[in-house]
């Protein structure tokens, strides 16, 4: 199983940082990488797919890059509605696997 | 607007079985795989099991596989996930998810998510 290790675990950053979050698979993948935002009580929602491709209706603000094995998520900037937990998933193989996510916190 | 209900979590004894179905709506349901993706509590997503559109290909985690059977009624719109031997690590919330984008797996909408709770 490809094993998908996200870091930090969790970030504390202001309205209007940039945050970058980092997921690395355990072998390559090519692109084969989605990111999700989850927030409380909520189901999560797709932001990226395919490495870096923005789903329909995400903000701008959001960007992924990376391929083989090492992966980014960039908030350029980060905004009130974006504090939340955020999780790769890897799209290469089953059984398919998720990073163990990263809190966004307010600082 | 796509939406995706599930229902048929609960309570349930080690031992037993429960059946969670997905009800989908606003899409072309018989177009897409679908996932069922469960979560512990204040833990992370763990995939459980994919279909494809037709039904003919069937992925399982390991720590589900010859206990749950994933299935699909196109002609109702709706996902099943038969659980068996239920286990209290089986304890989550159970979410279906629509493949977004062709030619990848990735999920998107997600369902609100069923509750099961495996407990003497």
């Known amino acids: 199983d490809i094993q998908m290790t996200q870091s930090p675990s969790s970030v504390s950053a202001s309205v209007g940082d940039r945050v970058t979050i980092a997921c690395r698979a355990s072998?390559?993948?090519?692109?084969?990488l989605a990111w999700y935002q989850q927030k409380p009580g909520k189901a999560p929602k797709l932001l990226i797919y395919?490495?870096?491709s923005l789903q329909t209706g995400v903000p701008s603000r959001f960007s992924g890059s990376g391929s083989g094995t090492d992966f980014t998520l960039t908030i350029s900037s980060l905004q009130p509605e974006d504090f939340a937990t955020y999780y790769c998933?890897?799209?290469?193989?089953?059984?398919?696997?998720f990073g163990g996510g990263t809190k966004v916190e307010i600082k | 607007e796509v939406q995706l209900l599930e229902s048929g979590g609960g309570l349930e004894q080690p031992g037993g079985s429960l059946r969670l179905s997905c009800a989908a709506s606003?899409?072309?349901?018989?177009?897409?795989?679908m996932s069922w993706v469960r979560q512990v509590p204040g833990k992370g997503l763990e995939w459980v099991s994919s279909i494809s559109s037709s039904g003919t290909n069937i992925y399982y985690a390991d720590s589900v596989k010859g206990r749950f059977t994933v299935s699909r009624d196109n002609s109702k719109n709706t996902l099943y996930l038969q659980m068996n031997s239920l286990r209290a690590e089986d304890t989550a919330l159970y979410y279906c998810?629509?493949?977004?984008?062709?030619?990848?797996?990735?999920?998107?909408?997600w369902g609100q998510g069923s509750l099961v709770t495996v407990s003497s």
């Open positions: 072998q390559g993948i090519s692109s084969s």
């Open positions: 395919a490495a870096s």
């Open positions: 606003g899409f072309t349901f018989s177009n897409y795989a």
């Open positions: 998933q890897q799209a290469d193989s089953f059984p398919l696997t």
């Open positions: 998810a629509k493949y977004a984008v062709a030619g990848t797996v990735s999920f998107d909408p």
